[in-house]
């Protein structure tokens, strides 16, 4: 059913108050904190490459005050055991029963920070509750909640001591973004408030109305020609001549469900081409993998993927709806 002008203008307004809330916070990086939003409200994840000290928790924090919900901080090292993260199961001598202990996993934001410090078997720990919102633990399986979002941070100039995530584990994440440093103006607003810095901040929805807009996300429309053209950029990737290993469809689908919530966010109930030009390196260049000669001459993912928009001609305004 097609999105009504009512739910279209109410998503737009309800979008745009929780980014307000969360940029009390997160100051001048309005532009990602809409992305870790449309994440959230397609249902998928974020892995966010970054230095220390930009504020990736205070985002996760202020992105689950901002829609009433809950959140955890996992600090990802060499020693941490997969039932660190997903819990587990405890022999209770007075009750002769086992008893399940909730991991930091259980709750609708949560931080996987340096997730690249754990060990492969400790990350894949992640795989299953990123794809479906559920843990098994000794065969029985139990749902996280939602909303449910992974925000997952990795350092990529120190690599000292860490281990490269798997392609299918980096597949899984809907996009890949960079908080990076604030502007000259920011910096400044930062540091007269730092006296007084703001660490909370009040709900703007509830985790129900955040499950509705993802619902009204879902029915954008989506014309034939559009499709047509996210299937075009996806094959591009796979044909670049720097590229080894192009997007896969599960790339595609993520940049299907991402220009779904981001028309919803500017109150169209349809995309456009423009949508899927603005997300498309953000949810694909991660999905690459390069030749390793186009690395040591510099290339980078995301020149590729901006080569890729260039090179691939949209459709028509027809498209448009």
Same mark, same amino acid.
């Given at each position: 059913?097609?999105?009504?002008?009512?739910?279209?203008?109410?998503?737009?307004?309800?979008?745009?108050?929780?980014?307000?809330?969360?940029?009390?916070?997160?100051?001048?990086?309005?532009?990602?904190?809409?992305?870790?939003?449309?994440?959230?409200?397609?249902?998928?994840?974020?892995?966010?490459?970054?230095?220390?000290?930009?504020?990736?928790?205070?985002?996760?924090?202020?992105?689950?005050?901002?829609?009433?919900?809950?959140?955890?901080?996992?600090?990802?090292?060499?020693?941490?055991?997969?039932?660190?993260?997903?819990?587990?199961?405890?022999?209770?001598?007075?009750?002769?029963?086992?008893?399940?202990?909730?991991?930091?996993?259980?709750?609708?934001?949560?931080?996987?920070?340096?997730?690249?410090?754990?060990?492969?078997?400790?990350?894949?720990?992640?795989?299953?509750?990123?794809?479906?919102? #559920?843990?098994?633990?000794?065969?029985?399986?139990?749902?996280?909640?939602?909303?449910?979002?992974?925000?997952?941070?990795?350092?990529?100039?120190?690599?000292?001591?860490?281990? #490269?995530?798997?392609?299918?584990?980096?597949?899984?994440?809907?996009?890949?973004?960079?908080?990076?440093?604030?502007?000259?103006?920011?910096?400044?607003?930062?540091?007269?408030?730092?006296?007084?810095? #703001? #660490?909370?901040?009040?709900?703007?929805?509830?985790?129900?109305?955040?499950?509705?807009?993802?619902?009204?996300?879902?029915?954008?429309?989506?014309?034939?020609?559009?499709?047509?053209?996210?299937?075009?950029?996806?094959?591009?990737?796979?044909?670049?001549?720097?590229?080894?290993?192009?997007?896969?469809?599960?790339?595609?689908?993520?940049?299907?469900?991402?220009?779904?919530?981001?028309?919803?966010?500017?109150?169209?109930?349809?995309?456009?081409?423009?949508?899927?030009?603005?997300?498309?390196?953000?949810?694909?260049?991660?999905?690459?993998?390069?030749?390793?000669?186009?690395?040591?001459?510099?290339?980078?993912?995301?020149?590729?993927?901006?080569?890729?928009?260039?090179?691939?001609?949209?459709?028509?305004?027809?498209?448009?709806?």
């Amino acid at each position: 059913m097609p999105l009504s002008a009512d739910q279209a203008s109410w998503f737009q307004s309800t979008f745009a108050g929780i980014a307000d809330n969360v940029e009390q916070v997160i100051v001048g990086k309005r532009h990602v904190v809409e992305l870790v939003l449309t994440a959230m409200l397609s249902e998928g994840h974020v892995l966010l490459e970054d230095v220390p000290g930009t504020g990736k928790t205070s985002l996760a924090r202020a992105l689950a005050q901002s829609v009433e919900g809950t959140s955890t901080r996992i600090q990802f090292t060499p020693d941490l055991l997969p039932g660190d993260v997903t819990g587990i199961t405890v022999y209770d001598q007075k009750t002769g029963e086992f008893e399940f202990h909730a991991g930091p996993v259980f709750a609708n934001v949560v931080l996987a920070d340096e997730i690249n410090r754990a060990s492969p078997k400790t990350q894949s720990a992640l795989l299953e509750v990123m794809a479906e919102g #559920r843990v098994t633990i000794d065969g029985v399986t139990r749902p996280v909640g939602r909303p449910f979002l992974v925000i997952a941070t990795q350092n990529p100039i120190e690599q000292a001591g860490t281990y #490269r995530l798997p392609e299918a584990q980096l597949d899984r994440f809907l996009l890949r973004t960079s908080l990076g440093y604030p502007d000259r103006s920011s910096t400044v607003r930062i540091l007269e408030g730092s006296a007084v810095q #703001r #660490r909370d901040v009040g709900p703007v929805v509830s985790p129900q109305a955040m499950l509705n807009l993802a619902a009204i996300a879902n029915d954008v429309y989506i014309d034939p020609l559009v499709y047509d053209y996210i299937a075009r950029l996806v094959e591009a990737t796979r044909d670049a001549e720097q590229v080894r290993l192009g997007s896969s469809i599960r790339g595609g689908i993520a940049l299907t469900r991402a220009a779904r919530t981001r028309a919803a966010c500017q109150g169209r109930g349809y995309v456009v081409p423009d949508d899927v030009k603005l997300l498309a390196q953000p949810v694909l260049a991660h999905r690459l993998i390069l030749h390793p000669e186009a690395e040591f001459d510099g290339v980078t993912a995301e020149a590729v993927v901006a080569q890729v928009v260039l090179s691939v001609p949209p459709p028509s305004e027809r498209a448009a709806g």
